[in-house]
């Protein structure tokens, strides 16, 4: 059974940076899709960043150029760096983690908050 711990939330006023981390563990398979979905207060859960396992990766137009997704395969790690951030892009962020044999595995979320 995959586990994901995600860490590198916190509080980063406007225009800070902030990098989130992501640790796969359990994975008896290799993972095809890692990325970052996040949910805001009153808003469903969306896509931020995911990236396969040959590195092609796609991002919500919304962190277009700001934010840059990378991966580790040999150690099962999913990197979010974000730059340039906005007050919209307070909310809590999930590691998500995608594969045909062990289906969708999410970890349990880590808080960003924006704001001055």
């Known amino acids: 059974q995959v586990q994901l711990v995600e860490s590198g939330g916190g509080l980063v006023q406007p225009g800070g940076s902030l990098r989130l981390s992501c640790a796969a563990s359990?994975?008896?398979?290799?993972?095809?899709?890692m990325g970052w979905y996040r949910q805001a207060p009153g808003k469903e859960r969306g896509l931020v960043a995911v990236?396969?396992?040959?590195?092609?990766?796609n991002y919500a137009d919304s962190v277009m150029g700001r934010f840059t997704i990378s991966r580790d395969n040999a150690k099962n790690m999913v990197y979010l760096q974000m730059n340039s951030l906005k007050p919209e892009d307070t909310a809590v962020y999930y590691c998500y983690a995608g594969s045909a044999a062990q289906g969708d595995t999410w970890g349990q979320g880590t808080q960003v908050t924006v704001s001055s």
């Open positions: 359990g994975s008896r398979f290799s993972i095809n899709v």
């Open positions: 990236i396969n396992s040959s590195g092609i990766t």
